[in-house]
């Protein structure tokens, strides 16, 4: 099969130790690359109850069989491991150079285990892996670290990943940076990086990536530019970014607003909006393989932080340190990006921890005092970028909040738990559910998490015409758009280009085919979606999870929306747990939330074993 190495590079940080381990052509095949392998590995060399942070504990880099063919969006990666945040599975996905360079150098990706005894990085190339001191860039920050590392390589095309300061303070939601302004950002990835003393990876190979049929690939991006080019979405997302999607949660009524109280918010437009940061735009980038160019490089105008500058800010952080901290200054938001970014913190879990210090400081539960004489009121700019600093560093309050949400809540106490935005630990992003019940359901069956990636039902629930309020049919919704993100996940491309130009599954075994030179069906494609999000499910069930896990908070199921379209809607427990029921019968899935034994033997899931 082309388009993969067939060998993964195993590092154990501890002993220096390095091999490769083979890829079985059987396993390519049937979980193809990306979270499907990643899906196969974790279960199988990750022991039951690991801490993640204990040197016990695996970091997976995973590139897939599209890495490095130009196919649209196939600059990703994945980053598998047991997160600190959730206790239980984690997936994270970056575009980066680095992905490309790791398959260059012959591998699909990386194992690493163990602990080093010294802060240390990665040097990746054609004759493998170095373990090399990382003294000189150890309590730097990403941006600083990754300068340093491609100067001390004397290239600057190598791909480099970094943690940043809240990695190695153990910062439960700390992020891996790459080509700067690019994040693996949720569930804590970057504070298992650290965990393991490991500030950065660097990639360069020089070898050629073998496709079956190079041509076929560029014929088929020709065909797909010129059906992108005449799609009006495509050209408003090349033009505006993600930063449209605020224009549209705010009138769908889902803008997380004020720690999710709100679902609208009117100061938001034409100052954060996509009016608002197209102003500051001063020019338009890519990630690699990607003709859709919808990251903006944005400029702060005025004020304080003028004349700062970030790849972003992307719609998440918007919601998150705009409407949700009630910030309507751009500036602001551009530099809270940049000190995330920099320090490496993920900005969707910083805004929502942030946000709900706020609304405990508005009730009397927080006080200045626990945070170093910090008014933390919403609103209140400088507070925000404050408390990022206190969070990095632990001070005060912010090693408290460090931890996250959800145990945030249980160390205030006084009720906080009701407005603690969070699902098995890991904080929501930007999409308030209340105003879109199968967002809702979404957040609280995924593995993860309350997570955004897995599937995105606004398309469907807010622009789609799909009744928002309901919960008919919102099993068999989720568990559909599940398994499409799983496909595009697996095979590692931006699962965007697809919405956008747009892509069908047949355009992407298309692409299958002329890259391995192998025949995939739809049909195919779809079993392998429900083989690795079964076996996902079988990994969570064995670390402890169980349907009470699949939930939401009070304020998602009993506080009515207060404004916009939904007002007076909230999605209550009943509701929940039929949709909870019917996504579970759709998935195969009893109604503990276990595979049923005909589930399993539908996908081959009974007595796989692979030698590793
Ligand atoms: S659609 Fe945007 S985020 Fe996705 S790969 Fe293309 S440029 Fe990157």
């Not at 709100?262 to 909006?273: N, P, R």
């Not at 170093?372 to 009121?377: H, I, Q, S």
């Not at 899935?589 to 939330?593: E, F, I, N, P």
């Given at each position: 099969m082309k388009g993969i190495c067939g060998k993964l590079l195993d590092i154990d940080l501890a002993s220096g130790k390095t091999k490769e381990i083979g890829i079985p052509v059987e396993t390519a095949r049937r979980y193809l690359g990306g979270r499907g392998l990643g899906a196969r590995l974790l279960f199988d060399l990750l022991p039951a109850k690991t801490d993640p942070l204990s040197p016990d504990n695996i970091l997976i880099f995973l590139t897939g069989p599209?890495?490095?063919?130009?196919?649209?969006?196939?600059?990703k990666f994945v980053v598998v491991t047991k997160s600190p945040l959730t206790q239980g599975w984690c997936d994270s996905y970056s575009s980066g150079r680095i992905s490309l360079e790791i398959k260059k150098a012959g591998y699909d990706g990386l194992v690493i285990r163990g602990r080093s005894n010294h802060p240390c990085y990665l040097q990746i190339g054609d004759k493998g892996v170095e373990i090399r001191e990382a003294d000189r860039i150890w309590g730097k920050d990403s941006f600083a670290a990754e300068k340093t590392l491609k100067g001390l390589e004397g290239n600057a095309s190598a791909g480099v990943s970094s943690i940043g300061p809240a990695g190695e303070n153990l910062c439960s939601y700390a992020c891996i940076n790459s080509d700067f302004y690019r994040q693996a950002a949720r569930c804590g990835v970057g504070t298992v990086m650290g965990s393991k003393r490991l500030k950065a990876i660097v990639a360069k190979g020089s070898k050629n990536c073998e496709f079956h049929d190079h041509k076929k690939v560029v014929e088929l991006n020709r065909a797909n530019y010129e059906r992108a080019k005449v799609s009006q979405v495509f050209q408003a997302r090349s033009k505006y970014g993600t930063p449209l999607t605020l224009n549209f949660t705010h009138t769908g009524g889902i803008l997380p607003t004020k720690n999710f109280q709100?679902?609208?918010?009117?100061?938001?437009?034409?100052?954060?909006?996509s009016v608002g940061v197209y102003k500051s735009v001063k020019s338009h980038r890519s990630c690699?393989?990607?003709?859709?160019?919808?990251?903006l490089i944005t400029e702060a105008a005025e004020g304080k932080y003028k004349g700062t500058t970030l790849e972003g800010p992307e719609y998440e952080t918007l919601g998150m340190f705009g409407s949700n901290l009630l910030i309507d200054s751009l500036p602001t938001i551009i530099q809270a990006n940049v000190l995330c970014d920099k320090l490496g913190l993920d900005t969707i879990s910083a805004g929502n921890v942030i946000g709900f210090a706020m609304e405990c400081f508005e009730k009397g539960l927080l006080t200045a005092g626990q945070m170093?004489?910090?008014?933390?009121?919403?609103?209140d700019d400088e507070a925000c970028l404050a408390a990022i600093e206190m969070i990095v560093h632990r001070r005060g309050f912010g090693d408290i909040l460090a931890k996250g949400v959800r145990e945030a809540a249980r160390q205030i106490g006084g009720g906080s738990d009701r407005f603690a935005m969070q699902v098995k630990g890991l904080e929501f992003p930007a999409y308030d559910p209340r105003g879109a019940f199968g967002s809702g359901l979404s957040y609280a069956v995924s593995p993860r998490g309350a997570c955004h990636r897995r599937a995105w039902p606004p398309a469907k629930e807010i622009l789609g015409g799909y009744p928002p309020y309901t919960i008919e049919g919102k099993g068999e919704m989720i568990s559909d758009l599940y398994a499409e993100n799983c496909i595009f996940h697996s095979l590692l491309v931006c699962d965007m280009p697809a919405k956008f130009i747009p892509l069908t599954l047949d355009d992407y075994a298309n692409y299958f085919e002329a890259i391995t030179g192998e025949a995939i069906s739809r049909r195919d494609f779809q079993v392998m979606a429900g083989r690795t999000e079964t076996l996902i499910r079988m990994f969570n069930n064995r670390e402890g999870f169980t349907r009470e896990d699949d939930n939401l908070p009070y304020r998602t199921l009993r506080e009515p929306l207060p404004d916009g379209p939904g007002k007076g809607q909230c999605i209550g427990d009943e509701n929940l747990q039929r949709m909870i029921d019917d996504f579970y019968s759709c998935q195969g899935?009893?109604?503990?939330?276990i595979p049923t034994e005909g589930t399993l033997k539908k996908y081959g899931l009974t007595d796989e074993e692979i030698k590793w």
């Open positions: 599209f890495t490095g063919s130009m196919a649209p969006g196939s600059s709100f679902g609208t918010w009117e100061k938001a437009l034409g100052k954060i909006d690699q393989s990607c003709f859709v160019h919808c990251s170093d004489g910090l008014e933390l009121n919403f609103g899935w009893d109604s503990a939330g």
